[in-house]
């Protein structure tokens, strides 16, 4: 039998299991008890009715929140954007073109500093409350170069991998973008498929069009991958309804929407990830988080942790940043960086505290989930546990 250990004293348990606690899409539960076995969540209820376990562990009356599954991220770089970011804070516009910088340092980076700058990533992660981690390849854009970057992925503790060979078109292709196009939906895919669970695209004016999109996640779907867009960031465009029209898992950005993208995400299966860390990085109107919940439409909050255009690992700030400026409320918000990061990822076993998922567990150090767009920048998150061990 593996070990068991009883979380007691939590204020207020997070669940985001409706049939617990309060009945809010949150289900919390006051004055909580929370048993690990192993690496998964054996039972969840009042404290006074916990089963005995091999060990107990206080909580000293803090709220305890699923881990942050945090579904979209850029970590397998190297380089430094140090100079752009300076430079777009004083006065020039980002475009797509600025990820070719850190694709030159990537390419010549060895496969150990790749690892280690995501593993550091990753510990920072972990600290702020983050378990569930998706990255992408995307700045190697070449056969050899992404299926090494995805190899590196696979052998870190990343939870999911997605290959993004359509990132931006390479300098030796810049004038032929088709042949591109062709390479990535077809030798580059071959050797990238084995290491992601992911295919995705950047689909924007200026990355790869609506055609050129169709062509490598179609591959990819053939390949065994499961689609996911990078669509409407910089401006309008067909990526969100090209998301819904191939059954992908989530429509990433959602910056620029018309009343059809939102018509065609609200009837569909596909999730709407909002990744503000991007507009407060680059100066630009976040997207109507509003909109989309009023209309159905299932929302994720993500940081897009890249060295471009979101250089946050920190899912706390995130969801602050979406509260205020997005007008989500602080139950809404956390469900989207917890549940709904799962469900971008089309996983059950993570964003919720229900026996069976896996026990990822944040501890903060006040007595409600509500303080983590209440207390904007403080460091909340005291103890991290995912699969049962604590991590931070
Ligand atoms: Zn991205």
């Known amino acids: 039998m593996p070990q068991t250990t009883a979380l007691t004293n939590i204020a207020a348990l997070v669940t985001n299991d409706p049939a ?216 309008y465009g067909p990526g969100i309804r090209l998301a819904v029209e191939l059954d992908a898992a989530s429509a990433d950005h959602c910056t620029h929407l018309t009343d059809e993208d939102v018509d065609a995400l609200a009837h569909s299966g596909t999730v709407a990830t909002l990744l503000p860390g991007c507009e407060f990085s680059t100066r630009a109107v976040y997207p109507d988080a509003r909109r989309l919940l009023d209309a159905g439409v299932t929302v994720a909050l993500s940081t897009d942790c890249n060295p471009g255009s979101s250089y946050t690992s920190s899912m706390p700030f995130c969801l602050a940043i979406a509260v205020r400026e997005m007008n989500m409320t602080p139950d809404e918000a956390l469900w989207a960086a917890t549940a709904g990061g799962a469900r971008a990822l089309r996983r059950t076993d993570v964003g919720r505290l229900t026996p069976g998922c896996r026990a990822d567990v944040a501890l903060l150090d006040a007595p409600s989930h509500v303080h983590l767009s209440y207390r904007p920048g403080v460091p909340l998150v005291s103890e991290v546990w995912r699969r049962g061990i604590r991590v931070a």
């Open 20 to 235: 617990q606690g309060d009945g809010s899409p949150l289900g919390i539960i006051e004055n909580a008890a929370l048993v690990v076995e192993g690496d998964q969540v054996a039972w969840v209820g009042p404290t006074e009715k916990a089963p005995p376990a091999d060990t107990a562990h206080d909580a000293g009356g803090r709220a305890a929140v699923p881990g942050f599954v945090d579904s979209h991220s850029h970590l397998l770089y190297a380089g430094d954007r140090t100079q752009e970011f300076n430079a777009r804070m004083s006065g020039r516009p980002y475009t797509a073109g600025g990820i070719r910088t850190t694709v030159q340092a990537t390419r010549e980076a060895s496969d150990e500093a790749l690892a280690a700058t995501l593993d550091a990533h990753l510990r920072e992660m972990y600290a702020q409350g983050t378990t569930t981690v998706e990255t992408k390849s995307g700045y190697g854009l070449s056969p050899e170069h992404e299926a090494r970057a995805l190899r590196v992925a696979a052998l870190s503790g990343v939870d999911e991998v997605t290959y993004l060979g359509a990132h931006v078109v390479p300098p030796e292709y810049a004038h032929d973008a088709d042949a591109y196009t062709a390479l990535v939906a077809g030798p580059m895919l071959r050797e990238c498929a084995p290491h992601a669970r992911w295919v995705d695209v950047f689909c924007e004016e200026g990355a790869f069009d609506e055609d050129q999109c169709r062509t490598i996640l179609t591959a990819g779907r053939e390949a065994g991958l499961i689609p996911r867009v990078h669509a409407n960031q910089l401006s």
